[in-house]
């Protein structure tokens, strides 16, 4: 193995170690939970050592990073999550590669998923993204509609050609009632996603938890967690 090869591979392990023991404690099985890797301003060739590794699902949130690393390792067995916020304009090129968009928060925005889907002759996969530092009618300060916003859409998501509505997603906030309350928040998203499952039974993902918090997020019910720098380190700022 190579260095780099070795390093990744030791940090998948401790990271699964890390979902075991919390699914242990909480009392579900392993299976149950799904890692996402998230490999923004990393390297194609991280990606690919990674697919070497057994990962499967990798997530990134900035398209100009994204898609010339989608396009790389577009020979790999891989599905792509787009988690960051996504501008309508970056809406063709994002559905060119990714399976699931995280971060649907707008009508603007599932019009334009929905519209290029279908001129794609794609299906995207998309997760509501749920602010839980939101006023009633605000977004988040990262992105997200309030949970009043959630139901209405939610409905509009399944109704839009092209488009699955696959569940719901958080960022643990930094303001509000939830900071420094991660599992408070994954719990009120876990409760959020069983009022969506009433109207819409097959939208059961719910993705919540990154590197620091994806134990309160497994204690909560998430079905994924998006872990990076755990995985692939922290990168050194620039300057």
């Known amino acids: 193995?190579?260095?780099?090869?070795?390093?990744?591979?030791?940090?998948?392990?401790h990271v699964?170690?890390?979902?075991?023991?919390?699914?242990?404690?909480?009392?579900?099985?392993r299976e149950e939970v799904t890692l996402i890797v998230v490999t923004k301003t990393y390297p194609a060739s991280d990606?690919?050592?990674?697919?070497?590794?057994?990962?499967r699902l990798v997530a990134e949130n900035r398209d100009q990073d994204a898609a010339p690393k989608a396009a790389a390792c577009a020979d790999l067995p891989l599905k792509w999550h787009f988690v960051g916020q996504l501008q309508t304009n970056k809406v063709r090129s994002v559905v060119g590669y990714a399976d699931v968009v995280q971060s649907v928060d707008r009508d603007r925005?599932?019009?334009?998923?929905?519209?290029?889907?279908?001129?794609?002759?794609?299906?995207?996969g998309c997760l509501i993204q749920v602010a839980l530092d939101a006023g009633a009618a605000e977004r988040g300060e990262r992105g997200g509609v309030a949970?009043?916003?959630?139901?209405?859409?939610?409905d509009l998501v399944a109704g839009a050609p092209g488009l699955r509505l696959d569940g719901l997603m958080t960022v643990a906030p930094l303001t509000g009632e939830?900071?420094?309350?991660?599992?408070?928040?994954?719990?009120?998203?876990?409760?959020?996603?069983?009022?969506l499952r009433r109207a819409h039974p097959a939208a059961t993902m719910v993705?919540?938890?990154?590197?620091?918090?994806?134990?309160?997020?497994?204690a909560a019910g998430a079905t994924h967690v998006r872990v990076g720098s755990a995985v692939l380190g922290v990168r050194p700022r620039l300057g």
């Open 47 to 55: 990606v690919r050592i990674l697919s070497e590794l057994g990962v």
């Open 178 to 195: 939830y900071a420094g309350r991660e599992q408070a928040a994954f719990q009120r998203l876990m409760d959020l996603s069983t009022d």
């Open 1 to 13: 193995m190579t260095d780099r090869k070795t390093e990744l591979a030791t940090n998948l392990a």
């Open 16 to 29: 699964e170690d890390r979902i075991t023991a919390a699914c242990v404690a909480a009392g579900r099985k």
């Open 147 to 154: 949970p009043a916003g959630v139901e209405e859409l939610a």
């Open 109 to 124: 925005l599932v019009a334009a998923l929905s519209r290029e889907a279908v001129r794609t002759e794609r299906e995207v």
């Open 207 to 218: 993705s919540a938890g990154m590197s620091a918090d994806l134990e309160q997020a497994v």
